[in-house]
């Protein structure tokens, strides 16, 4: 990939230090974001990040993600979910590479589960088109599943996959075009809100700018010293051998998620050029997320695949790829996006939770927003990082 180093002279501060509008610290698919939509606006912005290019440290590496719009988690994304579509298309137009692939998706569970009730409850709320089907429908569908009784399956055309480090690098490229300018492996130590403006201390000296939009993934909470309640856990995507048989790749195998029981979620892509990719969602190791294994072991991939033969018992070839990646979870699980809570010129940008990647292209744009005229033109005030202070 190249990165345009192109930079704007910027304006000298009082001690001689390089002023900017933005500073953004962070380089995943929410920081590469923010960067392009505030470069776009005209705006000085220096983008901070102590690792590489789709490094494998973080959140937002491993291949694919999957988008959808009858959202189980809550209906109030379904608006943000609308916008998210139309811009990951506009993004995908200006930078000339593929990065969404419409493959429709089900979502299997109980009747009575979170899952399907959630769904249910979104499709509702904004008349989203969907098909109910059973077991049975669904199998002879889509003929790579076996489904079993007792559980209900909602189809919509609208799911998909987005091609993750290619939107990591088409934000980077665009944002770097527009006049942005990122820096890599420039670690931030720590920053402060004075009179003159925020200052960000890194590995590479001191910066200055008038507003600082943290988007740290899983060291928010070392980032915005404890203002937003974060878990990091270790999650483990396995990608199992295809053959090149079409029951696996779209448009006969949709993305998919699965409640097998309470608590328990699976989802899975099909091979759109990597093999099938299945994981577990949530119930992985929680800790210091510079303390988490990057290993994985045998014990990692065997309750995966015991799913695969149950669920997908035809994809019986071996494992063949496999990486670990970080959720950094709220205690509600739903994202802090939105002013600091004790600081006007701090923008916290915390969209994870196992499910913050589709929403980058719409958050980038609603947090320039924000950074910028001080409101955003969609409502992301349930969002609001403020409603963790008296917890
Ligand atoms: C296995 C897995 C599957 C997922 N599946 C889906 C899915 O299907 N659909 C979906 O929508 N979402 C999904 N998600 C969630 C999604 O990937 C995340 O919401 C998203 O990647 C978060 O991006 P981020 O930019 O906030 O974090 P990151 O990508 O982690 O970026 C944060 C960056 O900040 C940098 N940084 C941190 N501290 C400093 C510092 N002091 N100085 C400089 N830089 C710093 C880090 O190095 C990192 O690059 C999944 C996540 C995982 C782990």
């Known amino acids: 990939m190249s990165v345009s180093q192109t930079v704007r002279p910027p304006v000298g501060s009082k001690e001689g230090r390089r002023r900017w509008d933005v500073l953004v610290i962070g380089c995943g698919v929410m920081g590469s974001a923010v960067t392009y939509n505030l470069a776009k606006r005209g705006l000085r912005v220096l983008n901070l990040e102590k690792f590489g290019v789709n490094h494998r440290f973080g959140s937002s590496h491993g291949k694919t993600r999957i988008i959808r719009l009858a959202y189980y988690e809550d209906p109030r994304y379904v608006p943000l979910l609308r916008r998210a579509y139309d811009a990951w298309k506009e993004v995908e137009s200006k930078s000339g590479k593929e990065l969404l692939h419409i493959t429709g998706g089900i979502m299997i569970g109980k009747e009575d589960g979170e899952l399907i009730r959630g769904a249910l409850k979104s499709a509702k709320v904004h008349g989203l088109h969907h098909d109910l089907l059973s077991p049975a429908e669904a199998e002879a569908r889509f003929e790579a599943f076996t489904i079993g009784r007792g559980y209900l399956v909602l189809y919509e055309r609208e799911s998909g996959v987005l091609f993750a480090e290619g939107c990591v690098r088409a934000f980077v490229g665009l944002g770097s075009e527009a006049g942005g300018e990122f820096r890599f492996s420039e670690e931030v130590k720590g920053w402060k809100s004075g009179t003159e403006g925020v200052e960000v201390e890194t590995s590479g000296g001191?910066?200055?700018?008038?507003?600082?939009?943290?988007?740290?993934?899983?060291?928010?909470?070392?980032?915005?010293?404890?203002?937003?309640?974060?878990?990091?856990?270790?999650?483990?995507?396995?990608?199992?051998?295809?053959?090149?048989?079409?029951?696996?790749?779209?448009?006969?195998?949709?993305?998919?998620?699965?409640?097998?029981?309470?608590?328990?979620?699976?989802?899975?892509?099909?091979?759109?050029?990597?093999?099938?990719?299945?994981?577990?969602?949530?119930?992985?190791?929680?800790?210091?997320?510079?303390?988490?294994?990057?290993?994985?072991?045998?014990?990692?991939?065997?309750?995966?695949?015991?799913?695969?033969?149950?669920?997908?018992?035809?994809?019986?070839?071996?494992?063949?790829?496999?990486?670990?990646?970080?959720?950094?979870?709220?205690?509600?699980?739903?994202?802090?996006?939105?002013?600091?809570?004790?600081?006007?010129?701090?923008?916290?940008?915390?969209?994870?939770?196992?499910?913050?990647?589709?929403?980058?292209?719409?958050?980038?744009?609603?947090?320039?927003?924000?950074?910028?005229?001080?409101?955003?033109?969609?409502?992301?005030?349930?969002?609001?990082?403020?409603?963790?202070?008296s917890e």
């Open 206 to 389: 001191m910066h200055v700018a008038d507003k600082l939009v943290v988007c740290g993934g899983a060291w928010n909470e070392r980032l915005l010293k404890g203002v937003v309640p974060l878990q990091t856990e270790r999650q483990v995507p396995i990608w199992f051998a295809s053959r090149g048989e079409a029951k696996f790749a779209p448009p006969k195998m949709p993305v998919f998620i699965m409640e097998e029981k309470k608590d328990v979620f699976y989802y899975g892509i099909p091979d759109v050029g990597h093999g099938v990719k299945v994981g577990r969602s949530h119930g992985g190791v929680v800790g210091d997320p510079d303390g988490l294994s990057r290993e994985v072991t045998e014990s990692d991939i065997a309750p995966v695949r015991e799913f695969v033969s149950r669920r997908l018992p035809k994809l019986d070839g071996p494992p063949i790829a496999s990486t670990t990646c970080l959720y950094s979870n709220t205690p509600d699980g739903n994202f802090a996006v939105g002013q600091h809570p004790a600081d006007q010129r701090v923008v916290v940008v915390s969209a994870c939770s196992g499910h913050g990647f589709k929403f980058a292209s719409v958050l980038g744009e609603q947090v320039a927003e924000l950074a910028t005229e001080g409101r955003t033109s969609i409502d992301i005030s349930f969002l609001d990082p403020g409603r963790f202070r």
